[in-house]
């Protein structure tokens, strides 16, 4: 049996608004996951390298500034680098419609926009995160 899903939360880049990204956190863990929230202004290698310390199963990035497509781009080169694409990357922000299919193309799981509940939110992460999820994924 698969322990609690364990996430890594981060703040990438200069945004200094983490509101959002620690009401997350906390909804994620008050669900039952691992919560690890790296605290602001991290850059996509300490992201990443969070991520695999910790063994993260997810890795969500709350992104306010804009600067969405080179910080989740740079993220997941660095993940495809350390061979561990198997961790799915969600986004939440401020982060315009036409630019979610470019996310998606780029390899972000999933994107939250403003007005996504944080139910919304752990009931994401619960299907499509941790072991369980690659399981139902590798039998299907």
């Given at each position: ?38 605290g602001l202004h991290?850059t996509p290698e ?77 009931e994401w992460v ?15």
């Amino acid at each position: 049996m698969a322990g609690p899903i364990r996430v890594v939360v981060a703040k990438p880049g200069l945004d200094g608004h983490d509101r959002g990204a620690k009401v997350v956190a906390r909804a994620l863990r008050d669900a039952g996951m691992e919560v690890i929230y790296t605290g602001l202004h991290q850059t996509p290698e300490q992201i990443v390298e969070a991520a695999l310390q910790e063994d993260a199963d997810g890795i969500g990035l709350s992104i306010l500034s804009g600067a969405h497509m080179t910080l989740c781009a740079s993220v997941l080169d660095l993940l495809k680098e350390r061979d561990a694409l198997d961790i799915p990357v969600f986004v939440g922000g401020i982060i315009p419609d036409a630019d979610i299919p470019e996310l998606e193309k780029l390899g972000v799981a999933r994107v939250f926009t403003p007005g996504a509940t944080t139910q919304e939110i752990v009931e994401w992460v619960r299907a499509n995160v941790g072991e369980d999820a690659r399981e139902a994924v590798a039998e299907s």
